[in-house]
């Protein structure tokens, strides 16, 4: 058996599970989120924990079986206390400000950049360079963050760009002194 698969997975106060056919529905403070199970998964709710069940023993069902269990996981942490990622603008005149539910972005480009967040998805600026990205859904809020970093990745060189805040960058050096070859 998966060992992270048999895990149970304790809910916060707050957090209502529903199951519904294939469906996992999961409703708390920061939101709501559902998730459609594999065919002949299940899970069951007791004593506020959810188990997962898988149908089977094959390869596959023991690798579905973990994989299903740390997503109900992370929906059942989304929705209870929310995830964030926080993203840092490197460069001279490079900035950012969060208009409503749009980043504009100025990254060094003729135009400046808006970002349309999508829903579920909410951004904070700090000092003009901080991006703080909060949400319930934790593969949304991944994908959101790396669509922005990829606006202007980060270069090894000077390191301009937007870089996730854990991120370190691998700096190269520059050409080297010129004249200094024999010719």
């Known amino acids: 058996m998966s060992r992270i698969g048999r895990l149970p997975v304790k809910l916060e106060k707050g957090v209502k599970a529903q199951v519904q056919g294939e469906t996992v529905r999961l409703e708390g403070p920061k939101g709501k989120l559902e998730m459609k199970l594999q065919p002949g998964f299940a899970v069951e709710i007791k004593d506020s924990e959810l188990s997962v069940k898988r149908p089977g023993d094959s390869r596959q069902q023991r690798a579905w079986h973990g994989l299903t269990r740390k997503l109900i996981a992370n929906m059942a942490e989304g929705v209870a206390k929310g995830f964030t990622r926080v993203l840092e603008i490197n460069g001279v005149g490079y900035r950012a ?76 050096a520059g050409k080297a002194a010129a004249g200094s070859a024999a010719g």
Request: glycine letters at 10%.
């Open 97 to 172: 400000e969060v208009k409503g539910s749009a980043i504009n972005l100025s990254l060094g480009y003729s135009h400046p950049i808006v970002y349309q967040l999508p829903p579920g998805v909410t951004a904070k600026v700090e000092r003009q360079v901080v991006i703080t990205l909060e949400g319930a859904d934790r593969q949304l809020l991944g994908t959101v963050a790396a669509q922005i970093r990829e606006l202007r990745p980060p270069e090894p060189y000077k390191g301009k760009g937007i870089k996730y805040a854990t991120e370190t960058i691998r700096r190269k």
